[in-house]
């Protein structure tokens, strides 16, 4: 194998119970760090055996609250990984956190264990939003850890969602206005979904949920694209914005279908056309580790047909759409024979696509990338 990789890290431990989290059953007062961390370092060396000729480019730790998990670890873990790939240039390494006083006292030790980029799961830049979404933090802690990991990390994202109850396109305007000016060098923006079996899809059915409109969701959409261009933070993925450089590199290995890695309970990955997952139960994960040397609940081969469509998927949500070249070497399958010719040029008189070779969304098209990829897909109108 050859080509860059990327690796993804899964703590799945919390120290609450989240409402839209399914790994509430995770929730532990504390666990056995070091027992932990030869488990995950067990897990690097077998992947590593399974990738060798690739070039690591990213190293990502998220999960249920990666930022709790001992600084001590996380660099272990960096360094087994550089000593285990050779590097494509400098690593990006990026710690998913939460933004309370407990995870933010410990930037510092993270930073000094080589993570070099952090995203924060702000979410809101009002309590009463963030007590609807269930969120642990404050506005105060939220901007209070937002300050120390700027003064700790050369490279810090956070996310906002939208389109939340009661909130209005005005209301967005102001915010997404606040947030830009705390000037990090991206930013995550999130429509509001609600997914079956959520506590909002619950309040939704029962009509307790005042919820923007389509117009009012669409308004708010344009607005961030057009707020995060003025201050320099082009959209570069639908729901993501960014400096010129300071993309994240690891998500975008997922976007254009690369070569990624999952260790940990729960743990997804994709490599050498192969899709991995880890046993999901902490526990049994960890004896399967021990007494195996890896956690793999299956590795399953990945039909041509389904590859094809994970990655035009992905490729649509990228600003700079999908090369066919690169999309039939990673898929083994001509962008053309996936996508109905007749409903690309259809989209293309309609402004919603670009015309030429790259199958890429217009502006115009961004918020209807979904119905956009019903009607492109061939597999999906089986």
């Not at 506005?139 to 810090?156: I, T």
Request: net charge negative; hydrophobic share 40%.
């Amino acid at each position: 194998m050859s080509g860059p990789l990327a690796l993804y890290v899964h703590w799945p431990f919390c120290v609450t119970k989240c409402p839209y989290c399914d790994f509430n059953s995770h929730v532990r007062a504390r666990v056995d760090d070091v027992r932990w961390r030869d488990a995950l370092l067990a897990e690097l060396r077998h992947e590593a055996g399974r990738t060798q000729g690739m070039r690591l480019v990213s190293i990502f730790f998220g999960g249920g609250t990666p930022s709790l998990m001992p600084p001590a670890t996380a660099g272990a873990i960096i360094a087994e990984a550089l000593r285990l790939w050779p590097a494509d240039g400098t690593p990006e390494i990026t710690l998913e956190a939460n933004p309370s006083s407990v995870e933010a006292a410990r930037f510092a030790d993270f930073a000094a264990a080589g993570i070099n980029r952090v995203s924060l799961g702000l979410q809101a830049l009002d309590d009463g939003a963030l007590r609807l979404l269930g969120r642990p933090h404050d506005l105060a802690q939220g901007l209070a850890a937002l300050d120390v990991a700027q003064r700790h990390f050369p490279r810090v994202s956070f996310d906002l969602i939208h389109s939340r109850p009661g909130q209005t396109p005005e209301a967005w305007h102001d915010e997404l206005a606040r947030a830009l000016a705390f000037g990090t060098s991206h930013l995550s923006a999130y429509q509001l979904t609600i997914e079956p079996g959520t506590r909002f899809h619950s309040l939704a059915a029962k009509g307790l949920l005042d919820l923007p409109g389509e117009e009012a969701a669409a308004d708010m959409f344009d607005l961030t694209g057009d707020l995060c261009a003025a201050a320099g933070l082009p959209l570069y993925e639908i729901s993501n914005h960014a400096r010129p450089g300071a993309e994240s590199r690891h998500n975008r290995v997922y976007w254009t279908y690369g070569d990624y890695a999952g260790i940990g309970p729960g743990a997804h990955g994709r490599r050498g056309g192969l899709a991995t997952t880890r046993l999901r139960r902490p526990e049994t994960w960890l004896e399967a580790v021990e007494t195996g040397g890896c956690g793999i609940e299956a590795e399953i081969p990945v039909q041509p047909s389904e590859a094809a469509e994970e990655a035009l998927l992905m490729g649509l949500r990228l600003a700079e759409g999908i090369d066919p070249a690169r999309f039939a070497a990673r898929t083994g399958t001509p962008l053309e024979s996936v996508i109905d010719a007749g409903a690309r040029a259809r989209l293309v008189r309609m402004g919603l696509l670009e015309p030429g070779d790259r199958l890429r969304v217009t502006p115009a098209g961004r918020p209807l990338t979904n119905r956009i990829l019903l009607d492109l897909s061939c597999r999906l109108k089986q």
